[in-house]
């Protein structure tokens, strides 16, 4: 397998560019399955979340059929879809954000109170480490889209509710194009809101660690209200 490493910066976009060069090459057919997750996540030095990034785009795309259990499976597919630019951002409307949004609060608010009362230490140490990990990057002037992702994910993982992290994953694009839009506005507007975004952070992860799914809940609701007010508070362009 043909299948070169890439540089983190690429992440899923890069990812993509490589799994439909794979299919190409080894010319799989309809109900081919692809490399397993882990083999690609060795092959391409990133992340598992990453390369879960990745096949849900194109399983967005009808080009690949995600089956529990089995893997990825190849999708009948024209040569045209193969040839449409898979990397180009996913177009999101302000309708379409103010659902994920929505969305988000649902979810993610249920995950960060289960998470308080079922995460085991090894769940929470990775809790605590994505969210290190997130002030480092924007401390080295980067913005952090994959960690901030890694965070919440690393969250709805953590209620240990299967269903949670099913739905979550399937409509994992369009959660980390949200995450990227609210990301790219931060640095936009000032250091403040970053700051802000590392603190809200910090009271998430402290009630999830102290084992308080009230608090929890609460401080999770509180982060993503802050966010929807700030995209609609500063006229965000879609």
Same mark, same amino acid.
């Given at each position: 397998m043909n299948l070169t490493s890439i540089q983190k910066k690429s992440l899923s976009?890069? #990812?993509?560019?490589?799994?439909?060069?794979?299919?190409?090459?080894e010319n799989l057919k309809a109900g081919d399955k692809l490399p397993s997750e882990d083999r690609l996540v060795e092959k391409f030095q990133v992340s598992k979340t990453a390369v879960r990034e990745a096949l849900s785009i194109l399983a967005s795309k009808g080009i690949l059929e995600k089956r529990p259990g089995v893997g990825s499976i190849l999708k009948e597919v024209t040569g %045209? /879809? +193969?040839?449409e630019d898979l990397t180009t951002q996913l177009i999101i409307n302000k309708q379409s954000l103010r659902e994920i949004l929505e969305f988000r609060r649902v979810i993610e608010v249920e995950a960060a109170g289960l998470a308080a009362e079922r995460a085991t230490e090894e769940q929470m140490i990775k809790i605590k480490e994505a969210h290190l990990e997130l002030i480092y990057q924007n401390q080295n002037g980067e913005i952090g889209i994959q960690e901030d992702y890694r965070f919440h994910y690393l969250i709805v993982?953590?209620?240990?509710?299967?269903?949670?992290e099913t739905i979550f994953n399937t409509i994992s694009s369009r959660i980390f194009e949200a995450i990227k839009i609210t990301k790219k506005q931060s640095v /936009? +507007?000032?250091q403040q809101y970053i700051t802000e975004t590392h603190e809200e952070?910090?009271? #998430?992860?402290? =009630?999830i660690l102290s084992k308080d799914p009230? %608090? =929890?809940?609460l401080e999770m609701l509180n982060h993503l209200h802050k966010n929807e007010e700030? +995209?609609?508070?500063?006229e965000l362009s879609l």
């Amino acid at each position: 397998m043909n299948l070169t490493s890439i540089q983190k910066k690429s992440l899923s976009e890069g #990812i993509v560019i490589q799994i439909i060069q794979y299919i190409r090459n080894e010319n799989l057919k309809a109900g081919d399955k692809l490399p397993s997750e882990d083999r690609l996540v060795e092959k391409f030095q990133v992340s598992k979340t990453a390369v879960r990034e990745a096949l849900s785009i194109l399983a967005s795309k009808g080009i690949l059929e995600k089956r529990p259990g089995v893997g990825s499976i190849l999708k009948e597919v024209t040569g %045209s /879809m +193969l040839v449409e630019d898979l990397t180009t951002q996913l177009i999101i409307n302000k309708q379409s954000l103010r659902e994920i949004l929505e969305f988000r609060r649902v979810i993610e608010v249920e995950a960060a109170g289960l998470a308080a009362e079922r995460a085991t230490e090894e769940q929470m140490i990775k809790i605590k480490e994505a969210h290190l990990e997130l002030i480092y990057q924007n401390q080295n002037g980067e913005i952090g889209i994959q960690e901030d992702y890694r965070f919440h994910y690393l969250i709805v993982v953590s209620s240990n509710n299967s269903i949670f992290e099913t739905i979550f994953n399937t409509i994992s694009s369009r959660i980390f194009e949200a995450i990227k839009i609210t990301k790219k506005q931060s640095v /936009m +507007l000032s250091q403040q809101y970053i700051t802000e975004t590392h603190e809200e952070h910090q009271r #998430i992860t402290d =009630a999830i660690l102290s084992k308080d799914p009230n %608090s =929890a809940r609460l401080e999770m609701l509180n982060h993503l209200h802050k966010n929807e007010e700030k +995209l609609w508070n500063n006229e965000l362009s879609l």
